[in-house]
């Protein structure tokens, strides 16, 4: 029997109801697990000002934050029941396009549509929160050309890549979420091979990492841990933020390790070793590798659940919507499936903690320098005013890393 557009509209309102409520409640016992007791971890580390301020800082992200989701719950309800879906795909249609240029322009106008309701609340978080605490190091020119990069990468890689989609769950039938899947995965894996040398450059500046201590120190630690790369790049982070940062990227021999410059001038190169023994050590205990497979089997698996709410018009109905269409059914299956995707998202963020652990005791112990670690972390926590108390149901939800007390407790042990 199917199901009625009645059902489908108020299971939608519920899920995404019950997601804002889950998410303000989860913010408020994080709020009120704040203490000015500075953690005896940090005493003498930590000034008691500045962490009076991490915790200021901490109150008034989560209330923006409150607000902006506050916002979008109301717009997402009033948007659906108005038909504002309907309005969108009967502007799409106007134009007298194939079904795939119409869900194009569809999706475009939709996208179009999200970014300009997020920039008021990506400028005040910006040039007025961020600014207010140290962080922000973006101009207007900076932020306006990011804007138009990332429209121009949508426009030269996101426009074929969702039109394949559409053309192959047009074309395949029952078949479609499969060869969709292969698809997907094969994109996916291409991106990140590409990505380190062509399209991140598009956003930073990555200058290879000038001869030194610093150089000396990790050129030696890989070559002990055999871990091949293909160059260690500094990036201009403090074009965009005071906040310090460092990553890998890329695979194979197309390996790099970015360190931000602001984390540079504020570490040892004892200390930038142990960050980067902690990145070398997800990839030597593969964690890297099955993270991939395991997005690519969610992949897999959602591209499935789709295939059955292709069409529906129960679900069509819900949002008002006068055709059915391949392009629209992607949007509509993405509300119905957040619920599925939260799961997964807890299951997934528990799995890396338990990795990120493995990291740290990984490089605790092949750099043969725990309190090395413990020093940058703390540097980090301290320098991006972190919480160092969540509440530990936050953690459980959102957390993809220890807090940093229970990081700097196994590493204690290794001392």
Wanted: contains cysteine; proline residues 4%; hydrophobic residues 50%.
């Amino acid at each position: 029997m199917a199901l009625s557009g009645n059902f489908y509209l108020a299971l939608i309102l519920t899920i995404i109801s019950a997601e804002y409520l889950l998410n303000i409640w989860t913010e408020r016992l994080n709020l009120k697990r704040l203490s000015p007791v500075l953690p005896k971890e940090f005493e003498g580390f930590y000034d008691p000002l500045k962490y009076a301020k991490s915790q200021t800082y901490l109150r008034e992200t989560t209330l923006f934050e409150a607000g902006a989701a506050t916002f979008a719950l109301f717009f997402s309800i009033v948007f659906i029941l108005a038909g504002g879906f309907n309005v969108l795909d009967s502007f799409a249609r106007a134009f007298g396009l194939s079904a795939i240029l119409t869900g194009l322009v569809f999706s475009f106008l939709l996208k179009f549509l999200l970014d300009l309701l997020e920039l008021p609340f990506e400028l005040y978080d910006t040039f007025v929160i961020e600014e207010k605490y140290g962080f922000n190091k973006t101009t207007l020119k900076t932020f306006a050309l990011d804007f138009i990069k990332e429209w121009g990468l949508t426009v030269a890689i996101g426009a074929p890549a969702l039109a394949a989609v559409l053309w192959i769950f047009t074309a395949y039938g029952a078949r479609a979420w499969l060869y969709g899947w292969g698809f997907i995965t094969a994109l996916q894996l291409f991106m990140a091979f590409i990505s380190p040398a062509l399209l991140l450059p598009l956003f930073n500046k990555f200058t290879p990492l000038q001869d030194g201590p610093l150089r000396t120190e990790i050129e030696a630690y890989a070559a002990k841990e055999r871990f091949k790369m293909s160059g260690i790049f500094v990036m201009d982070g403090s074009r965009r933020t005071s906040k310090t940062n460092a990553f890998f990227t890329g695979f194979g021999r197309f390996r790099r390790i970015v360190l931000f410059d602001t984390l540079i001038e504020k570490n040892t190169p004892q200390e930038l070793t142990a960050v980067l023994a902690h990145e070398m050590g997800h990839y030597k205990k593969k964690h890297i590798l099955f993270f991939t497979a395991l997005a690519a089997a969610q992949t897999g698996f959602m591209l499935w659940l789709l295939s059955f709410f292709m069409g529906n018009r129960g679900l069509f109905a819900a949002f008002g919507m006068e055709n059915t269409s391949v392009y629209a059914s992607l949007v509509f299956f993405g509300f119905l499936y957040s619920p599925v995707s939260f799961f997964l998202g807890i299951f997934m963020n528990r799995l890396s903690r338990k990795y990120e652990f493995e990291a740290d005791a990984y490089a605790g112990r092949t750099c043969g320098r725990p309190q090395a670690l413990i020093s940058a972390l703390k540097k980090l926590a301290v320098d991006n005013l972190s919480n160092l108390t969540p509440h530990p149901f936050k953690v459980f939800l959102e957390y993809s890393h220890p807090p940093i007390l229970e990081r700097l407790r196994l590493l204690r042990k290794m001392t």
